[in-house]
T-cell receptor
Framework: SQQGEEDPQALSIQEGENATMNCSYKTSINNLQWYRQNSGRGLVHLILIRSNEREKHSGRLRVTLDTSKKSSSLLITASRAADTASYFCATANAGNNRKLIWGLGTSLAVNP | NAGVTQTPKFQVLKTGQSMTLQCAQDMNHEYMSWYRQDPGMGLRLIHYSVGAGITDQGEVPNGYNVSRSTTEDFPLRLLSAAPSQTSVYFC?????????FGPGTRLTVT
C-alpha cells in the first residue's frame, strides 16, 4: 500500500528556478527518504532525514520534515536541465527501517 | 564494486511461459527486495529477504517466487506469465535503510 503521496504530480520549471515538491504520509516513521529516477533507469538515493530531524541539506537539495503534519518537502535550488527526473519519497516505519513504503512520485521537467 | 546488477534488461514472454529474473549485489547487504513499477502505481513490493535463507511476501506476491540461497543473489521467478505481469522490475539491496537499486528489467507478456 502506498503511504507517501507526492504533490504536485508534475512540475515544469525553467533552468535556474527552484523546485519544491511535497510528500505526505500516514503513520509514524523512523525516517523519510527521497530518491530520483531518470527515465528508464533505477532509482538513486538522494537524502535521508530521521524522524527527530527537522531539516537536512545536501548540495543543492534541502529537505524538511514536519512530523506533526506528517509531511516533508524537497527543495532543489538553482535547477538544471539534468535535474529532469521523477522524484519519489519513501518512508520507513518505526520497527522496520528497511521495508520502505513508496509514494507515487513527482515528475519534474527543467526546461533549458 | 558493480553494485546491484539485474539480467536481462529486456524480456518478452508469451502467456504461460516461466522465467527467472536475476539479481546480484556485491555489497554484502543482508536485505534485498523486488519491486514492480507500473505507470501511475509507483513502486510495489513483491518479495523481500532479510538474509540468506529467509524470504517474505510483500504487497503483490501472487504469481512470483523467490529464494535466497546466498547473500549475493536474489532471483525472482515468474511461474506462469500473465499479461498483468507486464511491468518494469527492480531489485534493490540495503544495509540499513537506504536502498540501492539495479537498472531494472522491462518485461512484456503477450
Amino acid at each position: 500500500s502506498q503511504q507517501g503521496e507526492e504533490d504536485p504530480q508534475a512540475l515544469s520549471i525553467q533552468e535556474g528556478e527552484n523546485a519544491t515538491m511535497n510528500c505526505s504520509y500516514k503513520t509514524s516513521i523512523n525516517n523519510l527518504q527521497w530518491y530520483r529516477q531518470n527515465s528508464g533507469r533505477g532509482l538513486v538515493h538522494l537524502i535521508l532525514i530521521r524522524s527527530n530531524e527537522r531539516e537536512k541539506h545536501s548540495g543543492r537539495l534541502r529537505v524538511t520534515l514536519d512530523t506533526s503534519k506528517k509531511s516533508s518537502s524537497l527543495l532543489i535550488t538553482a535547477s538544471r536541465a539534468a535535474d529532469t527526473a521523477s522524484y519519489f519519497c519513501a518512508t520507513a516505519n518505526a520497527g522496520n527501517n528497511r521495508k520502505l513504503i513508496w509514494g507515487l512520485g513527482t515528475s519534474l521537467a527543467v526546461n533549458p | 564494486n558493480a553494485g546491484v546488477t539485474q539480467t536481462p534488461k529486456f524480456q518478452v514472454l508469451k502467456t504461460g511461459q516461466s522465467m527467472t529474473l536475476q539479481c546480484a549485489q556485491d555489497m554484502n547487504h543482508e536485505y534485498m527486495s523486488w519491486y514492480r513499477q507500473d505507470p501511475g502505481m509507483g513502486l510495489r513490493l513483491i518479495h523481500y529477504s532479510v538474509g540468506a535463507g529467509i524470504t517474505d511476501q510483500g504487497e503483490v506476491p501472487n504469481g512470483y517466487n523467490v529464494s535466497r540461497s546466498t547473500t549475493e543473489d536474489f532471483p525472482l521467478r515468474l511461474l506462469s506469465a500473465a499479461p498483468s505481469q507486464t511491468s518494469v522490475y527492480f531489485c534493490a539491496s540495503s544495509y540499513q535503510s537506504e536502498q540501492y537499486f539495479g537498472p531494472g528489467t522491462r518485461l512484456t507478456v503477450t
